[in-house]
Structure formats: structure tokens, C-alpha cells
């Protein structure tokens, strides 16, 4: 082959070189994204036990289990790249600017500061999420143990010295019959 018979081969190619700052940049900025899309699944959670929604319910453990899987892709990243600007792979992003000192740019403080505020609300979330389950769950619990006859028995001491409830079905239907 001759450069005559592709004439496009002929054209100079042009590469993006990207510094390791810029892609520190982008990896906080994916976190976050990434944070941003667990609080909307953990709403979506809580909006679905709320209606009981039991598919939904489902369909939310997939899709945190998706994000998550995401998420420890993006922060292998993040320590690949603290590792490449020098530092300890571990590097927390709170140290960023001293680390970093003049290299520190503003994009990568913004991309920082709003990982660390998505981390503080995706906290927020889960804890309301866990309540509203846990309640979710006694409540389900107790209507089963009603609709089923399930009475609590006395608390009995344990081989470890603690104490534990110890719940005793009553059959619904009568099978000495």
C-alpha cells in the first residue's frame, strides 16, 4: 500500500495528553457522579418500601450492587493515579492540597469538595433507609406473627450468659384432624 491509495493516512494525528491532575480531576468528579446515583437508588428504595413495592425493593439491591461494583472500579482508579502523582495510593482527598501544593487547581478543590459532600449525603441516606427498613421489617414482622398466631415466649439465658427471645409458631390449621 502507498500513501497515495489512502490519502487519509497521510493526515497528522493529533493526541489529548491529559496530566495526572486532570485525571485525578475526572476520577472524583466520576465518584461522585457515581455517590450521586446511590442516593437517587436509595430514594427510589425507600420510595418503594413505602408503597410496598416489593419488585422495587428487589430491583434496588441489583442496582446498588451495580453502582458499588462501579464505585470500587473508579477508586482503584484513584489510587492508581495517586500513585502516579507521587503519593501514597491510599492517599486521602482531604490531604489533596497539601500534597499537592501549587499543582492543587481549582477544579480538582471543586471535584473534592463535591465527592466529600455527596459522601456526607449518601451516609445520610443509608442511615434513613436503614431506619425506614428496620421499621419496615418489625412491621412485617409483627402483622406475620399476628396473621400466623405467633406468641413470644419467656426469655431463656443463653450458654454465653446473655439472654435470648425465643418465638413459638402456632399452626394456622388444627393437624390432629
Same mark, same amino acid.
Given at each position: 500500500?502507498?500513501?497515495?491509495?489512502?490519502?487519509?493516512?497521510?493526515?497528522?494525528?493529533? /493526541?489529548?495528553? $491529559?496530566?495526572?491532575?486532570?485525571?485525578?480531576?475526572?476520577?472524583?468528579?466520576?465518584? /461522585? /457522579?457515581?455517590?450521586?446515583?446511590?442516593?437517587?437508588?436509595?430514594?427510589?428504595?425507600?420510595?418503594? +418500601?413505602?408503597?410496598?413495592?416489593?419488585?422495587?425493593?428487589?430491583?434496588?439491591?441489583?442496582?446498588?450492587?451495580?453502582?458499588? +461494583?462501579?464505585?470500587?472500579?473508579?477508586?482503584?482508579?484513584?489510587?492508581?493515579?495517586?500513585?502516579?502523582?507521587?503519593?501514597?495510593?491510599?492517599?486521602?482527598?482531604?490531604? #489533596?492540597?497539601?500534597?499537592?501544593?501549587?499543582?492543587?487547581?481549582?477544579?480538582?478543590?471543586?471535584?473534592?469538595?463535591?465527592?466529600?459532600?455527596?459522601?456526607?449525603?449518601?451516609?445520610?441516606?443509608?442511615?434513613?433507609?436503614?431506619?425506614?427498613?428496620?421499621?419496615? #421489617?418489625?412491621?412485617?414482622?409483627?402483622?406475620?406473627?399476628? #396473621?400466623?398466631?405467633?406468641?413470644?415466649?419467656? $426469655?431463656?439465658?443463653?450458654?454465653?450468659?446473655?439472654?435470648?427471645? /425465643?418465638?413459638?409458631?402456632?399452626?394456622?390449621?388444627?393437624?390432629?384432624?
Amino acid at each position: 500500500m502507498t500513501l497515495t491509495e489512502h490519502p487519509h493516512d497521510n493526515l497528522p494525528t493529533t /493526541r489529548t495528553v $491529559v496530566s495526572p491532575i486532570d485525571s485525578l480531576t475526572d476520577a472524583l468528579t466520576t465518584e /461522585r /457522579r457515581l455517590l450521586d446515583e446511590l442516593i437517587a437508588v436509595m430514594r427510589r428504595q425507600r420510595n418503594a +418500601v413505602g408503597e410496598d413495592d416489593l419488585q422495587s425493593v428487589d430491583d434496588s439491591v441489583f442496582s446498588t450492587h451495580r453502582v458499588l +461494583v462501579t464505585l470500587s472500579e473508579a477508586r482503584r482508579r484513584r489510587r492508581q493515579l495517586n500513585t502516579l502523582i507521587g503519593q501514597r495510593e491510599d492517599l486521602g482527598i482531604h490531604a #489533596l492540597d497539601e500534597v499537592l501544593g501549587n499543582r492543587m487547581t481549582q477544579a480538582l478543590r471543586d471535584a473534592r469538595d463535591q465527592l466529600h459532600d455527596a459522601a456526607r449525603a449518601l451516609s445520610r441516606e443509608v442511615s434513613i433507609n436503614r431506619r425506614v427498613l428496620r421499621d419496615a #421489617l418489625a412491621s412485617g414482622d409483627a402483622f406475620a406473627r399476628t #396473621l400466623a398466631g405467633v406468641q413470644e415466649s419467656p $426469655v431463656y439465658p443463653t450458654a454465653s450468659g446473655t439472654t435470648a427471645g /425465643r418465638t413459638q409458631m402456632h399452626s394456622l390449621l388444627d393437624r390432629r384432624i
